[in-house]
């Protein structure tokens, strides 16, 4: 069997390849890369890889030839996502591939949505579903790794301020997500399946203010504000509207219980509890 991997250089792809070459030869994955760099790399490591963007479609047909599946990972938010989604989707169809994989997000109600990027992913979703072809999807709950990301570099001098309020995410290492689709994509006939990687606990950022206080010994608070009131604070210290507002939404969509949803799905894919609250906060600061 020979698997196409989309964004293998970033830090999901990655992981997913590490645990899938203990499973298949390096002859048997197929990456697609926009930098000739990386092509030349992944060739000289065995990979058999091509240069090209999803935009590309020349380049998207010639990445799956004699190609059996497709792990489609979700395009950045540059550009038109959806467009490029479907582009991957046309491609596989086009040349036959049996069997496509996408990396969602774990979210409870994509009526009530209020980060705009997220629809993306319900978008690609349908697509992927009425395209005819056997498909898994992936839907992932939020990084654990990208908790310094929302918490800043001085959470230990200064705290947690976010307009989260008091709602739970169902945090996850990136990596061990990786892990787990390997193992689908390696292992298991597609069944047009939907598989919810996240913790096994959702979480408060007063959870991850206790959490940082107790190993790190030094009293992180968190402090929840209205939206307005931290849309302009982000302003203030330089964050730029657009990402400010992005920011905004996310945390709307945290507040509001789209992050919530918990699942056993990573746990069993894994063969070992996923990673806690504190183990993983361990890990990515290094305590």
Aim: proline letters at 2%; a neutral charge.
């Amino acid at each position: 069997m020979r698997i196409l991997v989309t964004g293998a250089t970033g830090a999901l792809g990655s992981a997913v390849i590490e645990t899938l070459l203990n499973k298949i030869p390096a002859s048997s994955i197929v990456i697609l890369t926009r930098n000739k760099e990386n092509q030349l790399s992944f060739q000289e490591k065995g990979f058999k890889a091509y240069s090209g963007s999803f935009e590309d479609s020349a380049s998207l047909d010639k990445s799956m030839q004699e190609v059996d599946r497709v792990l489609l990972i979700s395009a950045g938010d540059e550009g038109d996502r959806i467009k490029q989604h479907r582009n991957v989707v046309d491609a596989a169809i086009r040349a036959g591939v049996s069997d496509i994989a996408y990396t969602s997000r774990s979210l409870r109600d994509s009526a009530s949505l209020h980060n705009p990027l997220m629809a993306d992913h319900f978008a690609t979703e349908e697509y992927i579903r009425r395209s005819g072809l056997r498909h898994t999807i992936f839907r992932n709950a939020l990084y654990l790794d990208v908790i310094p990301l929302f918490v800043g570099k001085q959470v230990f001098e200064h705290g947690i301020v976010q307009s989260a309020g008091d709602g739970r995410i169902a945090f996850a290492l990136r990596k061990e997500m990786g892990e787990a689709i390997a193992h689908v994509m390696s292992d298991e006939v597609f069944e047009n399946h939907v598989y919810r990687f996240t913790g096994e606990e959702a979480f408060t950022f007063y959870d991850v203010a206790r959490a940082l206080t107790e190993l790190s010994g030094r009293e992180v608070k968190y402090t929840p504000v209205e939206s307005v009131s931290f849309e302009k604070l982000l302003i203030q210290k330089g964050v730029p509207s657009t990402t400010a507002r992005k920011i905004i939404d996310f945390n709307a969509d945290i507040r509001n219980g789209q992050e919530s949803g918990v699942s056993a799905d990573l746990t069993r894919k894994l063969g070992r509890p996923a990673a806690s609250l504190r183990e993983g906060l361990k890990l990515i600061y290094g305590f």
